[in-house]
């Protein structure tokens, strides 16, 4: 007895067979088995399902129905177990004859003869008549090549069927023009388009040499316009600003020099510009206009003379009224009654001043520091103004205008507000075009670089400008001829395939190329088809080649037998005439006349 090495197996196996070692199952336990036999009770009705006793209890398994039969189909039902049903083999060709063998399965042998469709059907050697597949056998109907198009100049060759050379239309002395040719109208000529999409160029054709586009120079001799070329609008002039902001002067541009500011005469913005070096006069400026009014002296105070003076202004000389040792009561004058011998009124009406008196000076008036009574009295600069209020000395910034956008505004402590124009630089990238707005400031528009070629790539470098980088077409498949079209952009068409030779298979891949594979069987004329037998004429029919037997013409002599020999063709033999006497009544060895045998006549009717 052979045991098993796996100590683990409740199985022995002696010679082949397998028994189970002594297992003690409790009675309890349904799923506990000793052999193979104990599992039967657990097969249910499903006859696609076996159990086994595996390690003491019971596993089900699946029914593996037979494949290998390639001419049946195999499977198993749960009530039948397993079934087996015939392949259907029909392949729908009614010129094959569907069997099948259970070792390989489906066969489809041809019918001879047979066709299905007209690419079956040939007529070998002659290209100029059609085989047509009619009630699945083939027939020959004339080829009509078609002359419909224009561009090709067709005839139907016997060896090569309907031939199409092309119509060649020669544009390459005028290179302004483009000859194609239209399959209805025949050659065409149409002039090509030189419009290069920018509007500062000049587009014209040379026909030696193609479009031409010769840069549009935009006028700039008036210095009262700016004038540039736009690419989508061509030469733009616009008018120059000679707007100096000051209404003083009559603002005008003269096309030769440029812009012209005139002073206006009397015209003014403040009253420091109008002086008339009159002291007399009170200059100021009203509506852009110096005006003057006389100065009309106070001669309310009649402790004054007053008069006025072209240098000075108002003058007034003291009424001088009876004198007094003590300076602090004094004969004054009194503004309204004259002169009133009172102590005297040391107050200035100055708020700035502290008034006193000395009885052997007289009035004295201390100025109080930081106190002022008008504008003059307050430090100022360019940029701060000093302003008297409530007898004090306050400064208020300068506010310089900053409605123009396109101008810097500062405050210069020497020259006041100051106005700079603003730059809007775009040296370092050439694909944008700045330019100064007053209400918004510099705006910045992307160069448009688009050359209308549809064969071009066009982008943009900062450091260069405009790119225009050729497509390269796609030459990757080899079953299409690829160009790029400047209107179109990259465009494909199918090669075509076609060797004129009814025996090959004509088609393309895109790795290689055409593929021309030879058709088994077929033929074009009569030298390709040898039997190597001399007696078979061997003819190529309907691309096809077909076996005939040679007939052997009768010998003319009546002594001899013609026959065929497969190596030698038609042979003629001398016939044994054993017992026969051979009469040559002619000398001419046989030829017409006949054999006799003693005593009896045969005669050789060839």
Known sequence: MFKSSDPSSNTDQLDGCITCKITVCSESDDSCCKSHLDCASNINTNKCSTSRCISNKC????????????????????VKGCVSNPINCDDNNVCTVDSCNNSTGCCHTMIPGCCTDNSQCSNSGDQCNTGRCINNKCSLSPVVCDSSDKCKNSFCDKSKGCVSTPVVCDSSNNKCVNSYCDATKGCVSTPIKCDDGDYCTIDSCNNSTGCCYTPI????????????????????????????NNVCTLDACDSATGCTHTNIQGCCTNNAQCDSDNECNIDSCMNNKCVSSPVVCDTSDKCKYSYCD?????????????????????????????????PINCDDNNVCTIDSCNNSTGCTHTMIPGCCTDNSQCASDQCNTGRCMNNKCVSSPVICDTSDKCKNSYCDKTKGCVYTPVVCDTSNNKCVNSYCDKTRGCITNAVTCDD????????CNNSTGCCYTPIQRDASDKCKNSY????????????????????????????????????????????????????????????????????CAPSTDKCKNTYCDQSQGCVSIDIQCDTVQVVDNDNDDCQGDECFHYGYEYHYNN
């Open 452 to 459: 209308g070629d549809f064969c071009t790539t066009d982008s």
């Open 310 to 342: 072209k240098t000075k202004g108002c003058v007034y000389t003291p009424v001088v009224c009876a004198d007094s040792s003590n300076k602090c009561v004094n004969s004054y004058c009194d503004a309204a009654k004259g002169c009133v011998s009172t």
């Open 484 to 551: 790029c079209d400047k209107t179109k952009g990259c465009v494909s068409s199918p090669v075509t395939c076609n060797d004129n030779n009814v025996c090959t298979v004509d088609s393309c891949n895109p790795s290689t190329g055409c593929c021309y594979t030879p058709i088994q069987g077929c033929c074009t004329d009569d030298s390709q088809c040898n039997s190597n037998n001399k007696c078979n004429i061997d003819r190529c029919i309907n691309n096809k080649c077909t076996v005939s037997p040679v007939i």
């Open 217 to 244: 120079q935009c006028d700039s001799s008036d210095k009262c316009k700016n004038s540039y070329c736009d690419k989508t609008k061509g030469c733009v002039s616009t008018p120059v600003s000679c707007d100096d």
């Open 59 to 78: 596993s089900p398994s699946p029914v593996v129905c037979d494949t290998v039969n390639k001419c049946v189909n195999s499977y198993c039902d749960a």
